[in-house]
């Protein structure tokens, strides 16, 4: 018999594409093949998210549209984030489920295709890649200490854990050698790495610049009370390191962030960015909000406007409060309404668009590098080291006569000459 071939379905961030690399290296070790389309898999598994409410619906609606397949015989397995929370919820309301995991749990996942083609226990390997885009994400730790009152991940994940230094160089270099040529750390508090073993994120991020070749490295998720000098200083002389600060401060008033079990307010927020900008003035800032907490009233929601034209920002993602059950939030009186949620959303979204373009203009007629991630026709598709993929814009170079599209630009550093520009994308052409 044939090994079964595996499509996995990844939901929700970053981190949750790591654990399903790691899944898909686990497979591969038992010979067991991944595939990209769901008429070719034998299996279908599910990486869900449950963190906000439209996250959980999404994972949902994905198993539910994936149930159908059961029909042609495919299996549908399903783990991640929602599966640890709503499992025995999931088995009762969603039965063509055949079998179900929780967090951290791709080598049992692994063990029941084991079972399957009655092979040896596997062991660990390193992690390969499953897709031929030039980036890689790195997990550098798992779970958190924070104690965000709207927040369910520490339930779901549990305390935080940062991962061996060592094995994460091992992996950086590997996917390296692979050819990657950018390389995201990410983790639920990517900031606090190192405070359980006695290192830190720089010492890390220093080790990883020294790999030979010629990569990127790009930080998210850094929680603003942890960002120091030592950080700062990391980010500003290791050359491969992106100045690139992803910083999700959620809100900018002091009592709404109290209610999110957060620190800071406005003013510190803002010392904080123009501490990072003495030191790196060419440096990006990204950042996230939480529209309509409990008690978010409209002077509140104000305040935070004009933060964010004081600040500004280059990238801004905002996410309407999502009342989880079993978080400190969801007991909290005074909600915030759908309807005035996506009218704040939109009014914030407004402001960063005009922000956003202004930025954009000033990089006309400027040429910088640019990393390739995908050709269409007559056109490449690549990124800034302002961009992260994914969350930022993109550069869209058109091709004209003689240019073509060979491998040594796909998946590489090309430089590139800014020609137009609009709120979020950038157009150019390559450099002569």
Known sequence: MSAPAALIVT???????VDSENLESLLHKQGIQTVSSVKDASFVIINTCGFIESAKQESINEILSLTAEKA???KILVFGCLAQRYKYEL???IPEIDAIWGVGKEEEIAGYFKEILAKERLTKEKPRNISRLPYAYLKAAEGCNRKCSFCVIPSIRGGFRSFPTEEIVQKAKAQTEAGKKELIFVAQDLTSYGSDTGSSLSDLIRKVAALSGDFWIRLLYLYPASINDELIACVRDEEKVLKYFDIPFQHSEGRILKAMGRSGDSGQHLKLIEKIRSEIPDAVFRTTFIVGHPGETYRDFSALMSFVNEAQ????GVFSYSDEEGTRSFNMAKKVSEKTMKKRIDDI?????KISYEKNLKLIGGTYPTLID?????ILIGRLQRHAPEIDGNVIIELHGSEKVDTDI???FINVTITDASEYDLMGKIHD
């Open 410 to 412: 796909l998946s590489n």
């Open 72 to 74: 042609s015989g495919k």
């Open 349 to 353: 979204m407004m402001l960063q668009a």
């Open 313 to 316: 920002f280059d990238h801004v």
């Open 374 to 378: 995908e050709a269409g026709e007559g």
């Open 91 to 93: 088995m009762a309301e």
């Open 11 to 17: 939901l929700g961030c970053p981190k949750n594409k």
